[in-house]
């Protein structure tokens, strides 16, 4: 009987010390540094901030300096593939976390925690299937967020188009509003075929990926997937709370096959999912999957 007990006793020690660290990753940012070889030989490189899924509340003053302090990167373009919000009253917190990167050329897209607050879930449920919305959701200020955004210079690219000059390239941009809500709907057609073209999206579904390479994408930015969140050490993300697959959870891949650069990837184009800085306030923690910020540098392809 002592072994059983000795034994349930490091069981529940190992699972609280495990707690306790996804608490303090969950703390613990990062930026991660990415190349991708897309532009014309001899082209200036675009160094972009891909940043996505803050989940802010107003009492979280250390992520929201952490953020502010991005601008020291100097990117050339700020991509923002949404969740910013986590609570009714988190607008003013965003504009404020991001008030020095929208100084920037930027562009960006919703997600669905741009439009309704979270609720206590069981977290369990994220591990058979992708989230739902409850019945009676408190709907946020998304006008007020597209409108912060806007009037500091920023793209809104739900289900539109945009263009860019950037680094004296002509870049254009196709985006979707999320597609984890079904909001997502491909904007009309225009020209500018000639020019770089990236697609930006909230959640990572393959129909939109297959729909934004199709449109002309040669790199597409995703978040949502948080990267799985809570992950198996040396084996990676469970889910994507989604219908991605887990290997491509976060990071720089192809879709839909192998990288561009890599044998066999020639009909693929880039896809980077951002592991994204916060979580839902119910469930704040991240193990094996750090919070982060990507600078993905787009260079030139050798001649």
């Keep these: 009987m002592n072994s059983w007990v000795k034994a349930a006793g490091a069981v529940a020690s190992a699972g609280a010390g495990v707690l306790a660290w996804s608490l303090v990753e969950a703390r613990s940012y990062a930026v991660r540094q990415l190349t ?3 532009l014309e030989p001899g082209a200036r490189p675009i160094r972009i901030l891909h940043l996505s ?9 250390h992520k929201v300096e952490w953020v502010r302090s991005l601008a020291r990167y100097r990117p050339d373009l700020v991509v923002d593939t949404g969740d910013n919000l986590a609570h009714v009253d988190a607008v003013p ?6 008030g020095p990167l929208l100084e920037l050329p930027g562009v960006f897209v919703h997600g669905s925690n741009d439009y309704y607050a979270p609720r206590p879930k069981n977290p369990l449920t994220y591990l058979k299937r992708p989230t739902e919305l409850h019945d009676s959701p408190t709907r946020l200020d998304t006008d007020s967020l597209t409108a912060g955004f806007t009037s500091a210079g920023w793209l809104d690219l739900n289900n539109a188009r945009a263009s860019l000059e950037i680094g004296g390239q002509r870049v254009t941009f196709v985006g979707l509003d999320d597609p984890h809500l079904g909001l997502d709907a491909l904007p009309g057609t225009t020209g500018d075929a000639d020019s770089l073209r990236i697609g930006v ?11 934004l390479r199709s449109d002309g994408a040669a790199v597409i930015l995703a978040g949502h997937t948080h990267g799985g969140q809570v992950c198996v050490p040396g084996y990676g993300a469970l889910v994507t709370n989604c219908d991605l697959d887990t290997s491509r959870a976060s990071g720089l891949h192809g879709w839909p096959g192998p990288r561009p650069d890599a ?12 592991a994204g800085v916060g979580t839902s306030p119910y469930a704040p923690v991240r193990l094996a999957c750090r919070p982060e910020v ?7 392809r050798e001649a």
């Design 201 to 211: 999206t909230h959640a990572p579904y393959t129909r939109t990926l297959d729909a």
């Design 263 to 274: 044998p066999g990837g020639s009909e693929s184009v880039w896809l980077h999912v951002s």
């Design 294 to 300: 990507t600078m993905l540098t787009l260079m030139p």
């Design 36 to 38: 991708a070889q897309v």
């Design 53 to 61: 899924d803050l989940h802010l509340t107003p009492s979280q003053t």
């Design 93 to 98: 917190t965003a504009l404020h976390a991001l």
